[in-house]
């Protein structure tokens, strides 16, 4: 009996509760929080740049302030992987210096020009839906100090996208 | 000639250590967002056809075909982020934050605005300051919605991205020893799901410099 009392007492607590709980927040739960999956800013870093699984799932979920520390130096190994007889790349950097502006993967867009991944003048000013990214990273990757090293390798010879852009909003193409 | 040779060797190595996986530009870029609605495939950022905006496109879920792209939806549960630092730290000083809202059908925007915490856990930021029903597969016209000064689309487009990815799978393999001319794009003929904000330019903040990058969270 006393147990019953008493735990009819707490039914009776615990719905007055719920009911207070109800009237004071009419529709606004408890905050809702969202924990980061994928990221990503220049194209084909990750899945490039890092070469397993382990270090591909962290590189997703490392803030960008943090990257450089803890990507450089296992990039510059892939690149070097890569293309052992790296020196230096059209923009002159070396190894390390390549390798420490990829590690740290943000876009660096002009909010005041030409907005482009590459476009023969501008470099890194953006990524329009034109932009060859691709063939900007092979040469950066393969051509060497001038740009004409390993030919096979510096272009895919995919040059635009297969369907047209629009000129205004949204600029992207209707789905096949 | 022996350089190249030994290029090669080198090549053929990492594909082994890897087991010649490499994917795309970002798409199934690891195993816990592939195949996930989480999982971005690219992020552009230009300035719009009114020079005074910019456009921040994130595309998902791609390689779908034109027969998996009708069954594709976006998913209450993804937030799809872009980061913005205004005073190149690296550390985000705004953030648009696009949320799809199943009930409405409606993908809703909230932002530019200063997140109140940063790094890999958020929650949304203010009230919508934008939001637009998501355009079907299969609409003849993409549905746009303009408010604040925001544009914004969202729904299945083409994958804009283009590549010849096969014949890079072969290099890496070790069993060809360059790129086809003319290459083959691997992304022709097949479909993102995006969602496309054009901001005006002077809510981004700055000295005619930012940093962006896109990120996907899933609702804790």
């Given amino acids: ?176 | 000639m022996k350089r190249k040779k030994i290029l090669f060797a080198a090549i053929a190595a990492i594909a082994l250590v890897t087991g010649g996986i490499i994917y795309a530009a970002d798409h199934i870029d690891a195993p816990s967002v592939t195949n996930q609605t989480t999982d971005i495939t690219d992020l552009y950022v230009f300035q719009g056809a009114n020079t005074d905006n910019m456009v921040f496109v994130a595309n998902t879920q791609g390689l779908l075909t034109p027969a998996t792209t009708g069954a594709a939806k976006f998913d209450e549960n993804t937030l799809i982020e872009f980061n913005i630092d205004n005073n190149n730290d690296n550390i985000e000083d705004l953030v648009i934050q696009c949320k799809y809202d199943a009930a409405s059908n409606m993908m809703k925007v909230y932002g530019p605005i200063a997140p109140s915490v940063t790094g890999t856990r958020s929650k949304i930021e203010g009230t919508a300051t934008a939001s637009v029903k998501v355009t079907p597969y299969g609409a003849s016209a993409p549905i746009v919605a303009t408010k604040n000064g925001i544009s914004v689309f969202a729904g299945p487009r083409d994958d804009p991205f283009f590549f010849d990815l096969d014949q890079f799978h072969a290099i890496l393999a070790g069993t060809a020893e360059g790129f086809r001319n003319p290459g083959v794009d691997a992304f022709a003929g097949t479909n993102v799901m995006s969602v496309v904000v054009e901001v005006p330019k002077v809510a981004l903040g700055g000295s005619g410099k930012i940093n962006v990058w896109l990120e996907t969270k899933k609702k804790v």
């Avoid at chain 1, 803030?63 to 450089?72: C, D, E, I, K, R």
Wanted: proline share 5%; net charge negative.
């Fill in chain 1, 1 to 176: 009996m006393k147990t019953t009392i008493k735990l009819l007492t707490l039914l009776i607590t615990g719905s007055m509760i719920f009911t207070a709980c109800k009237d004071k927040n009419p529709g606004n739960g408890p905050t809702v929080y969202y924990e980061q999956q994928d990221q990503m800013a220049r194209p084909a870093i990750n899945t490039v740049f890092n070469a397993n699984a382990t270090d591909k799932e962290a590189f997703n979920v490392t803030v960008p302030s943090a990257m450089g520390a803890a990507f450089q130096s296992k990039f510059q190994a892939r690149l070097l992987a890569l293309n052992s007889a790296y020196t230096t790349n059209a923009l002159t950097l070396d190894a390390k210096a390549f390798t420490t502006l990829l590690a740290t993967d943000v876009l660096n867009v002009s909010t005041t020009g030409k907005t482009t991944f590459f476009d023969g003048t501008n470099v890194l000013t953006g990524r329009a839906l034109n932009d060859d990214v691709i063939d900007v990273e092979l040469l950066l990757i393969f051509g060497g100090p001038t740009g004409t090293g390993n030919p096979g390798l510096t272009s895919d010879h995919v040059n635009a996208n297969d369907v047209a852009f629009s000129t205004t909003f949204p600029y992207l193409a209707t789905p096949h």
